[in-house]
């Protein structure tokens, strides 16, 4: 079975632009969660959603927004983009929306903001 | 206030040596707290969770062990190998419903050498 993937791998963007990050879970799982690493430092919990509804947000801007689709894949945009959005963007899946299940992370995005 | 550290920041060793790796929590109430192992540029792959009636976990190389009344983790790793050479980030989940229950520490940079 596929594990969780994530798209585009790398990505470069100017400061001002949009970005959409894409994650697939792993079949049959129904949470996202969204996390922002930067470089040297532990992920940061931006978005869960579990069954198309948002579960909780960490503390980002609203320049952050997500959402999640019926075959439970999901888009993280980021807007108006700051050079300290650089990072490692990381997409977990799990089973259900609480910490009880297990989360597989996917390999990440890489932003570099210019 | 909920936190997870990890010491030390870096660690180089010899291949074939044994290392400690620690993981201090703060996090409460406790649910359950997970070793992942990161690759550089790399998601997270879960190693090992224990709860808190878990004292000791192996897998492989791998043991970890959990003090709940200390509030305190190791990830031991024996006969290191090259391959062993990434981040080793200590994660606790709270018992609570939301979505954001998940802390993460910092990690730790772990580089074999030959």
């Known amino acids: 079975d596929a594990g969780v993937t994530q798209s585009p791998t790398h990505l470069i963007k100017t400061r001002g632009q949009q970005v959409t990050l894409r994650c697939s879970p792993i079949s049959g799982h129904k949470s996202v969660s969204w996390y922002q690493q930067v470089l040297g430092q532990g992920p940061q919990f931006i978005f869960q959603?579990?069954?198309?509804?948002?579960?909780g947000r960490g503390n980002f801007p609203d320049r952050f927004s997500a959402r999640q689709f019926p075959n439970y894949s999901s888009e993280l945009n980021v807007n108006a983009l700051l050079l300290g959005d650089s990072a490692l963007y990381l997409c977990?899946?799990?089973?259900?929306?609480?910490?009880?299940?297990?989360?597989?992370f996917g390999p990440g995005t890489r932003l570099t903001v210019t | 206030k909920n936190q997870v550290e990890q010491s030390p920041q870096s660690l180089i060793i010899l291949e074939g040596k044994n290392c400690t790796l620690q993981c201090n929590y703060t996090v409460s109430p406790f649910s359950n707290l997970r070793w992942y192992k990161q690759d550089t540029g790399r998601g997270p792959v879960s190693l090992t969770i224990m709860t808190f009636s878990e004292n000791t976990k192996s897998n492989g190389r791998y043991t970890a062990t959990l003090d709940a009344d200390t509030k305190q983790s190791s990830l031991h790793i024996t006969a290191s190998q090259l391959s062993d050479s990434a981040s080793y980030i200590c994660v606790v989940s709270a018992k609570q419903t939301g979505a954001n229950n998940l802390f993460f520490g910092t990690g730790t940079r772990l580089t074999v050498i030959p």
């Open positions: 959603y579990y069954e198309k509804e948002e579960r």
């Open positions: 977990a899946s799990s089973l259900g929306g609480f910490n009880s299940y297990e989360q597989y």
